[in-house]
């Protein structure tokens, strides 16, 4: 089972989705089988590589939203990642473009590193005030996932992946995903937001049943009935 995850580093909600979705997967007795693939979405590609302000301040004069309702919204994103064991600062985010990031993380996929780039991505934007656009950040998070400073450098000196992330996002449009974070199982089932662990587990469970064949378990003779009449 193929489960692709659309998702922003720059955005708490996939976050605290990830956390969740891996509760849920963790007790999927099926979770061998699974493959997960994280996609590329940003929620504004329009964003200057590095933002002169706070989060606070993009959010209020970029979204048009009031102070007070952003600085509602951040105490509330923050409980809730606090509940799943995520530590948000939103004080200390520095907003930077998330393009180059992506394209990190495709980097990483063809070392087998997909995860654990998105893991330090988000948590090292939401909970540690790193600066997820900086060369010098991430040539080091490459060098921590043992990629070659080599390939990370291509990333500023090509367009290397950025096909790639571009691809991410036609097929989020062709989809007709309009916000992340969001799953989808096998091209058959999605899920939009950070859901609750039953919710995802439900899917999950549904998702199985529905996509995988019959087993066969017993080939003896036991009575049934066919086109020509029942078992005598």
Known sequence: MKIEIWSDVACPWCYIGKRRFEAALAEFPHRDSVEVQWRSYQLDPT?????????????STRKGLAPQQVSGMFEHVTAQAKGEGLDYHFDSIVVANSFTAHRLIHLAATHGKQDAAKER????????????????????????????????????????????????????????????????????????????????????????????????????????????????
Not at 47 to 59: F, I, K, S
Not at 181 to 207: C, H, M, W, Y
């Open 47 to 59: 964003l200057p590589e590095h933002y002169d302000g706070t989060e606070l301040d993009y959010l």
């Open 121 to 232: 991505l988000l948590s090292d934007h939401f909970e540690h005030g790193r600066d997820i656009g900086s060369q010098e950040y991430l040539t080091g998070l490459g060098r921590d996932l043992g990629i070659d400073a080599v390939e990370v450098a291509e990333l500023f000196t090509t367009d290397k992946y950025s096909d790639d992330v571009r691809s991410d996002f036609e097929e989020a449009r062709t989809l007709g995903i309009s916000g992340v974070p969001f799953f989808v199982i096998d091209r058959k089932f999605g899920l939009s937001g950070a859901q609750p662990v039953e919710t995802f587990t439900a899917a999950l469970n549904q998702a199985w049943q529905e996509t995988r064949p019959l087993v066969l378990v017993n080939t003896g003779d036991g009575e049934s009935c066919g086109p020509e009449g029942c078992a005598v």
